[in-house]
Structure formats: C-alpha cells, structure tokens
C-alpha cells in the first residue's frame, strides 16, 4: 500500500495507543523527522509516561515542529492524536507554515492493541483507555479531511501497516529540475494578435488548425513559455489566447500559473455569484460564441493552473502577483492568496483601487522573482524582481525576459483595448510650470517626501517654519543650493575608562550589520563644505551666472562674494589640470568638503564662546589654587577644594589647548584648505555607488595639482571581523587623536549599504572637552553623560542622508529646480529637531 507523502509537509499519525505509531515512524522515517509526545514528556519530565505534564511537553513539541516547517522539512507527529483538539493545533501550525498537512491513521482492532500494550512494562493503563481512543478514532474517521487535512490515508489492519510504503511526492510548484531557457511572458489579457507578434519576436513559430487560429508554438532552440497569469479578460479575444496557451502548454512548450482574473472565471463558468467587473464581461460574452467542448476545456485548464512556479534549481520563481522569499515553494491558502493578488495596506488611492505593499523593496533574496498583476510602464528590476505586466490592453506593451539571459523583449500595444481605471503612465508632475521657480506651497506646512533609499521621509510643518527662516535670510541663492550634508551620529557610547567614544563600538556596531569592510577617515577639524564648480559657461545649466558656490552645511556662504569667487576659481583650475572634466563627462562637479581651519567660518562663536569660557578660567583657577594653597598652609582644612580646583584649572588649560589647536590665521585664502572627501554628482551621474577608495583618490589628484589649496585625509582600512585588523584601527584613531586630531569617521568601504549609517564619527577624548565642557572627564561627569540617548540622533542622520541622495538622483535626472529644492529644504528643516546638539 502506497502512501504519497508531500515532500514538504507536517505528517500527523492518528491512532490509538498499541496501534504501533512509534515502530511505523522507525520503519519509514528519518529519526530526526520524528517528533514523539512520549519523548517530550521524558524531556520534560524525566518520565515518558507522566500524563501531567502533557500540557508542556505539547509546547515543547509544537515549538520544535514550527521550527522545522519554517525550515521546509518534514515533520511526522508521534501521537495518538485521536481528538480533534489537538489535531486542530496541528493544522494551525501547518498552515502557519505554508505547509501541507497530511494525516495518517494507524486503524488496528482492539484487541491487538491492547495485547501490545499489555507487553510492555511501561504500559499500566487498562483496556478502558483502547477503547476511549478506538472510539474517538471512529468518530473522527469520516471528517478528517474536512478538518483540513490535504491527503488522508487510512491503514486498516496489521497487514495493512506492514505493508505500506511511504513514496515522497514533489509539490506540484517544485519543477526545480526544469532549467529552461525560457521566455516568461507577462498579462496578455485577451490580446491574441500581440502575443502571436511577442512570440515571432521570441523566435517561436506558430502552428495553426484548419481554421488558421493559433494553437501552438514551438521554439527551434527548445525553449520555453512561462506564462505570469492573467491570460483573460478586458482584450479582444480571450478565446483566442487561451487556445494559443492551453496547446503550448498541454505539448510542454509553456507551463503557466493561475492569475486573479482565471480564478475568477472558472467561478464564473460553474455559475458561481461573483461581480461580473474588471474585462470578465468581455471574456463570457467571447467564450458564449465557442463550444461546450471548448468551454469544458478551458474550465479545465483555468482550475488546474497552480499559484507558482519554483524553476532553474533555486534561481527562478514565477508568481502572478509576485512571492516573498518565505513562501518560495509552500502550499497553503495564504501562499496562494499573495501569488494570486499580492498584499495591500488596507487603503485605496484615488481612483478607488486598493493600494498594494510594495513586498519587492523588501525582498532580499538570490532568487529571481518574475510576476504580473500591477501594470507598470516599462519592466525594470528591483531587488532581483521584475513586474512583467506593462498594460498591453492598456495600450502600453506585451512584454517577456528572456531567462537566463536577463533580456527584455516587448512589442507595443495595437491599440488601447480597454480603458484603465488608473491610468498606466502617472501625470507628468513637472508640467506647466518654470522649472526654475520656487513657490512657498513646495515648502510650508506638513510634508511628506518619497526618497528612494528609505522610502517617505515626513517633514513637521514647525520644522519647516524654522527652516523658512534660516533659508530666506541667510542661504545662498537657491539656484546653487543643491545639497546640504545630513548630521552624522556618534558611534555608540563607550563604557570603560576615561572616554565616551571609542573605535570599538564603531567596528562592532558595522559588524553586527553585516559590513565587513570598513575605511577610516581622518575627520578634519574645520567646517562642513559643500563646492560647487562649473566650467566655463556650464552655469547656465542651473540658471544664474557665475563659476560656482561654496557654501555651508546650513546653505550659508563662507566668504564674501570675491574671496568666494576666488576659491572656486582655484577649484575649478584644479579639476581642470586633473582631467575631471573629460573623465566624467561633466560640466559640473558638486564636492563634499571640510573647509579649515575651524576658525575661518566660526572666529565668532570662538571668541564669543569657547576663549570667553577659557579666559574666565585661566584668570579664576590659578588665583582661586594659590589663595587655597595658602589656607593649607596655614592649617585650614581645604584639601578636597583644593585637589578640586586644582583639577578644574588643569582641565581649563586642556580645554583652550583643545580648541586652539584648530584655529590659525587667514589672509584671504592663504592659510585656507579644503579636504574633499566625496565627489557627490556631476552631470547626469551620483557616485553614492563608488568605493570611499575612489573618492579619495580623486582627491588625491586635486591634491597634487594645488597642494596649498587642497590637503590629504588619511585612512586606515579596517577588516571587523578580524580582530588584528580592527586592533591596528584602534591603535591608528589613538595616535591620531594623542597627536592632536579631532578623530575619525568610520565608513562602509564600498559606500552606500542599504539600512547602515553612511559614516559614524569617533571622536577624541581632548576634542571632546571643546563640545562637553572642560570638566567632562570627570568621574561624576563621565558618569552622567555615558546615559546618551542616540536613536533619534541616528535616525535624523538615516533621514537626512536619504533626502539628500535623493535631491543629487533629481537633480542629475534633469528634474526642476523646485524638486531638487525639496529635498535640500528638508533637510534644513529636520535640523530643527530637539536632538542633544553635542552628540
């Protein structure tokens, strides 16, 4: 007796106790497949046989079980599982898995179980207890399946469970062992004659009957059609396609999966009450002008079309609405239901229509993902997925890819079929206005603003008010305000020792995120830079005159307009003498710099603040040690005020020490240099997606053409998963930072990494003292600040970071002014944001 057995399913054995459901799981099952309820009594317990810990031993069975079905392994339950209770308990666990449940019943005559269970010592219970589970077993017997078991098998008999023989079947989605090529085809939608022109363009060739209607194709190379779903409704000739669809696929020249649409009109057909909207109108009336025969044919197909297809080993899946990676190669309703019709968020746009999760921003898998179902203009990858449904019926394209080759292949509508309810191409935002102009309506208020690193990123209308002001007064001219710097959050605090920031928690934090490679930048202690330089007449792409801009990361310029003029003037030589311009194919380049010393921008908030402090310090502390020193003298009992001042007057003079380490005089631009650390744009290009290396490389050519304008950033490259490599890292930032440095930015090597900070800074104990105040490394004091809230901090740096990648991508698209302008507003206004300035 043959039992078919899913390779993918949670098996229950049903019987009652002596029915022999532990030597039947021995005989046919790996032991590890096996999960029996005696031995987690015994695991719980010590005691197999221990009725009163059933409750958790169950627990501990269920949580081992759904672990295994998440891992897609077979699972057979070792009990006797004769009350619909806990059978019910297993079903929820196999369809919160995906999985199959499959129940086997071990039915053998009372008396041979109670024989069994009297030769064994461990069996005390009387024949009562047989007959209670032979009667819930007949009880049970006949609703098994309704329950929801999907395959029930019934062994009747000692001969008959001797006999029997598990046989493992793949699931009717797993055709892994299939490796095509193949030509996946999106939703065709009744469109006949662009599918028979899609598929001569593929290189099939037609094969037609006595009529001259298309009935077959057939590609000389042996490859194949995948279909995504969603062959009827809304076209011209649903019957014509399905004919052309159910020849190739009954000859094996195209396999197909279900779509929304052939659920709906196989209900349809069997008279089923359904809303007869969406095109399927069309597809009854056409399919009431063919035959029953035909009719009964296309019934037949449309019911058997699965949700999905696993093909090319572990490299392909085609689904109608599209998979996550959990649900590659289950079987369930669920499963099902997304294949079929995605998932939605529970609202609806304006044309009424449900509003779908984007579930391919999320993917991350090796597998390729090819599906339908939400028409786009043009089929474009995301994450390894591609949306093969560009609105033929629409008017827009049918269109395949060609697998493996990765090729898109369309042809274009014949005309619009049917009238979407959403239009295929979104409205052009940018029209029928100046792409130069600005209005207060892109700025004020509540904002909601859609990056392509993170998604919608909100701006506060308080926010927004703030920024207004900053920008109005003291911005440069928008036109040259193309990018403001994000805020960088501080490594995660240290605990040990003097310090608040060590490199440690840096390396450790990438590390826990899966980057590996790291580059360590000296951080210059000046201010943020933003240079932007254009070619001879290149200004006009950003409608003003001029040679370029250097402003701060707040938008405000740092110099007048001649010392400004000056500096880009040198720049612009630079990148000239360099070769930037041809090798980038630029007219335009937008850095990203510090600008030193510190005191060329902040002289005032030096004097006025840090050397006031320092000052007042240097004149009270000392007077205030040698006034106690003689109270000591004379016997007064001051010792502890006096360690105390003599503390605070050493922690002052390190303290002005620490922030005149970064000041220098000026004459103009002598004594100025920049340090450019990330060549953000140029001309139709961002370079987000180019290793640290490189930027810095080019850096260094600038460098070697102007070495009094333009000054080096060291580095270190460090391994944080190698422990020699992040020691020589720590030892390089504690050089630099005893030698003076302000300390360092710790970087992904290969720049950009999806959902990691771009950059976190490690600064250095002395440095610290300018930002904490002079008496920062004090017990109490170290205390105290050690509790830094850095969460809102790291989110701020994330959401400016992608505003601002997303103004650069709007800006080298060509789009207005005002879009790019966006973005650079926004950043601005999430400055606003109550977080600890010093962190």
């Known amino acids: 007796m043959d ?21 039947f799981a021995r005989k046919h099952f790996k032991p590890t497949q096996v999960l029996s309820s005696d031995y987690f009594r015994g695991l719980v317990s010590d005691d197999e046989n221990d009725q009163t810990v059933s409750a958790d031993a169950f627990d501990a069975l269920h949580y081992v079980a759904g672990k ?14 004769v009350q619909r209770e806990p059978r019910a308990a297993l079903i929820k666990l196999a369809r919160e898995n995906n999985v199959l449940p499959v129940a086997i019943v071990l039915d053998v005559p009372e008396a041979v179980c109670v024989r069994r269970n009297a030769e064994r010592p461990d069996r005390d219970f009387g024949a009562h207890v047989v007959k209670r589970h032979r009667a819930e077993l007949r009880r049970s017997l006949g609703s098994l399946a309704k329950e929801g078991f999907r395959k029930v098998h019934i062994v009747r008999g000692e001969s008959e469970v001797d006999a029997a023989r598990i046989v493992p079947e793949r699931l009717n989605n797993d055709l892994r062992d299939q490796t095509g090529p193949f030509d996946v085809i999106g939703d065709v939608h009744g469109c006949r004659a662009e599918l ?14 006595e009529l001259g209607r298309a009935v077959d194709a057939r590609h000389p190379e042996n490859r194949r059609v995948v279909f995504v779903g969603d062959l009827v409704d809304r076209g011209p000739d649903t019957p014509g396609v399905l004919r052309l669809a159910m020849g190739m696929v009954e000859s094996g020249n195209a396999l197909a999966v279900c779509g929304n649409h052939e659920q709906k009109l196989v209900r349809a057909m069997r008279g089923r009450k359904v809303t007869v909207a969406h095109g399927l109108a069309e597809s009854l009336a056409q399919l009431g002008e063919e035959s029953d025969e035909f009719r009964l044919r296309v019934e037949r197909f449309c019911d058997g079309l699965i949700s999905h297809y696993r093909l090319d080993g572990e490299n392909l899946v085609v689904a109608h609405a599209g998979l996550p990676r959990e649900y590659h190669g289950r079987a369930s309703g669920r499963v099902r239901s997304f294949a079929l019709y995605g998932d939605t968020t529970g609202e609806t746009d304006e044309f009424g229509l449900p509003v779908r999760y984007p579930w391919a921003e999320d993917y ?43 090729e898109v292949v369309s042809v274009k509508a014949h005309q619009v079929w049917y009238e979407p309810v959403r239009p295929l191409a979104p409205p052009d935002p940018f029209s029928g206005r100046d792409p130069s102009a600005l209005a207060l309506s892109d700025v004020v208020g509540k904002r909601v603003i859609d990056t392509g690193l993170m998604g919608p990123v909100t701006v506060r209308g308080e926010q927004a008010a703030a920024a207004l002001e900053v920008m109005s007064r003291f911005a440069v001219d928008p036109r040259w305000l193309l990018y403001l710097p994000p805020t960088m959050a501080p490594t995660p605090t240290h605990t040990g020792g003097d310090l608040l920031e060590h490199p440690t928690e840096a390396f450790a934090d990438y590390a826990s995120r899966g980057v590996r490679e790291v580059l360590c930048e000296e951080k210059h202690m000046g201010s943020r830079a933003v240079v932007l330089v254009t070619r001879d007449g290149a200004a006009e792409r950003f409608g003003i005159e001029g040679d370029g801009v250097v402003h701060t990361r707040t938008g405000r310029p740092f110099f007048d307009e001649a010392l400004t003029s000056s500096l880009v003037t040198r720049v612009r030589a630079a990148v000239t003498s360099a070769g930037l311009w041809a090798e980038l194919d630029t007219d335009w380049l937008l850095l990203d710099a510090e600008l030193l010393p510190w005191s060329a921008k902040a002289s005032g908030l030096i004097l006025n603040q840090y050397a006031a402090v320092g000052a007042a310090a240097e004149a009270a502390l000392p007077a205030a040690v040698d006034a106690l020193s003689s109270a000591a003298g004379r016997g007064v009992e001051v010792a502890d005020l006096l360690a105390r001042q003599r503390s605070r007057s050493t922690n002052a003079a390190d303290y002005r020490a620490a922030y005149r380490r970064y000041c220098w005089p000026t004459d103009g631009l ?75 930015v710790v970087k992904p090597a290969a720049n950009h990494v999806p959902k990691s900070q771009p950059g976190v800074k490690v600064r250095g104990r002395e440095y610290l003292r300018i930002i904490y105040g002079p008496d920062y490394t004090e017990p109490s004091n170290l205390s105290r600040l050690r509790d830094r809230k850095l969460n809102h901090k790291r989110s701020l740096a994330m959401r400016e970071y992608a505003l601002g990648m997303e103004g650069l991508a709007r800006l080298t698209r060509g789009e ?6 966006e973005c650079v507003f926004a950043v601005l206004a999430l400055e606003s944001e109550p977080v600890d300035p010093r962190l």
């Open 3 to 23: 039992l078919a057995i899913p390779d993918m399913a949670l098996v229950v054995l049903i019987g009652a106790s002596g029915s022999g459901k532990s030597t």
């Open 68 to 81: 295994r079905l998440r891992n897609g392994l077979v699972t057979v339950i070792d009990a006797t599982n």
């Open 196 to 209: 028979e022109e899609l598929l001569g363009e593929l290189g099939y060739a037609l094969d037609r009957d």
């Open 364 to 406: 991350r898998s090796r597998t390729t993902v090819l599906y339908g179902h939400t028409p786009v203009v043009d089929a474009e990858w995301v994450n390894g997925t591609m949306c093969l449904d560009t609105g033929c019926v629409f008017g827009g394209k049918l269109t395949a890819l060609r697998y493996p080759e990765r």
């Open 670 to 744: 002598a004594g100025v240099t920049l340090a450019p650390f990330q060549l953000l744009a140029a001309q139709g290009a961002t370079f987000e997606d180019r290793p640290h290396a490189w930027h810095l490389d080019l850096a260094a050519r600038l460098h070697a053409v102007d070495p009094t304008l333009f000054t080096l950033t060291r580095t270190i490259a460090v391994d944080t998963t190698d422990p020699v490599s992040v020691a020589a890292g720590v030892d390089w930032w504690t050089a630099l930072t005893a030698a003076g440095g302000e300390g360092m």
């Open 816 to 821: 207005p002014l005002w879009r790019v302008h």
